[in-house]
């Protein structure tokens, strides 16, 4: 299977690594309410037939503790033999019970990456990122597992992800950062010191949940403002949100999520569509 659209890539921050601008986030294809794997299969190799070659996973997107790498494996079946795509993993998040909980322990952290590239079936991760900080381990000490696993030579890249400035800033002093990825969209601007700091380093921003989140990514619509441009475009809502946010920085790499090919095969898209000046102010003011 050959990639059939090219879509515009991007750096990704200071790599050399060059990925589509639009990445495709992989959650909603192993959690709670998943896609049999014959569809989630159909959905990852949409994407690549739409041009993306930028896939973010993580151990934790799975169903519980029974199932940790469930979407590493997805994407190591669908993916198998391609060397043309970069995946982005996570480590630092469990789910006992199927909750939601931190572990930034560096045992933790080192297995977990283990079971990573075994899952993958991949030598070496190109993109590991820290899921979030743990409030119950030094910050510095997740990020230290993180550098030896690097100067180990199991993983290419570091990444972080739900950080602040200062964590990030305290992150940089222990080894080299190449991405932030934290929760930016049209209604949620949160990050935004974030974002401003990873520009000034030249570091990927990678924001997640970019329409929104699961639950709400379809309502988009139901604001005037992003509904008229959409049809003043003659595209989706979700397309527009996704412009928008590529609009924002060089370094800005969003993931929207898909377990539906047509949800991808649209998202994708965002990364040929222009807003103009005003469009851009617009829905900035929506913030
Ligand atoms: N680091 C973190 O802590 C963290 C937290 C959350 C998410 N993430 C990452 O970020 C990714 C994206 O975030 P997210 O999945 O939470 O939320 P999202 O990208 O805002 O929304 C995902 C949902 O949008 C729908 N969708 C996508 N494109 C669409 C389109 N063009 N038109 C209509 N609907 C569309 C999908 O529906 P269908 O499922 O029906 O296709 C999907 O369920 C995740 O997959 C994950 O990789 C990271």
């Known amino acids: 299977m050959n990639a059939k659209q090219q879509l515009?890539?991007?750096?990704?921050?200071?790599?050399?690594?060059?990925?589509?601008?639009?990445?495709?986030?992989?959650?909603?294809?192993?959690?709670?309410?998943?896609?049999?794997?014959?569809?989630?299969?159909?959905?990852?190799?949409a994407a690549i037939?739409?041009?993306?070659?930028?896939?973010?996973?993580a151990d934790a997107y799975c169903l519980d503790e029974h199932d940790v790498g469930h979407n590493e494996r997805l994407l190591a079946k669908a993916l198998a033999g391609r060397q043309d795509v970069?995946?982005?993993?996570?480590?630092?998040?469990?789910?006992?019970?199927?909750?939601?909980?931190?572990n930034?322990?560096?045992?933790?952290?080192?297995?977990?990456?283990?079971?990573?590239?075994?899952?993958?079936?991949?030598?070496?991760?190109?993109l590991y990122q820290l899921h979030a900080p743990?409030?119950?381990?030094?910050?510095?000490?997740s990020v230290g597992a993180l550098a030896e696993l690097q100067r180990e030579g199991k993983i290419v890249h570091v990444g972080l992800s739900n950080v602040s400035v200062a964590q990030l800033d305290l992150a940089r002093t222990i080894c080299s950062i190449v991405s932030v990825q934290n929760r930016m969209n049209l209604f949620d601007r949160s990050s935004a010191d974030v974002l401003?700091?990873?520009d000034e380093l030249g570091i990927a921003f990678l924001p997640y949940s970019p329409l929104n989140g699961m639950s709400k990514a379809r309502e988009l619509g139901r604001r005037d403002e992003v509904a008229d441009i959409a049809s003043r475009h003659g595209v989706s809502p979700q397309r527009v949100a996704l412009a928008w946010l590529l609009s924002l920085s060089p370094n800005m790499l969003p993931i929207p999520g898909a377990s539906k090919s047509e949800s991808i095969a649209d998202s994708s898209a965002a990364a040929l569509l222009r807003l103009s000046e005003d469009e851009i102010d617009t829905l900035s003011a929506l913030g």
């Not at 037939?49 to 996973?57: I, K, L, Q, S």
């Not at 970069?86 to 931190?102: D, F, L, M, N, S």
């Not at 930034?104 to 190109?126: F, T, Y």
């Not at 743990?134 to 000490?141: A, C, G, K, S």
């Open 104 to 126: 930034g322990r560096p045992s933790h952290l080192k297995a977990a990456c283990e079971a990573s590239l075994k899952a993958l079936n991949r030598d070496v991760i190109e």
């Open 86 to 102: 970069t995946i982005a993993t996570k480590g630092g998040t469990t789910r006992p019970g199927g909750e939601w909980k931190r």
């Open 134 to 141: 743990d409030p119950d381990v030094p910050f510095e000490e």
């Open 196 to 198: 401003k700091r990873c």
């Open 49 to 57: 037939e739409h041009g993306v070659t930028f896939f973010d996973t």
């Open 8 to 45: 515009p890539v991007r750096k990704l921050g200071p790599t050399s690594l060059q990925v589509s601008a639009i990445g495709m986030g992989c959650m909603p294809l192993s959690i709670q309410g998943r896609p049999p794997e014959d569809d989630a299969i159909r959905t990852i190799h």
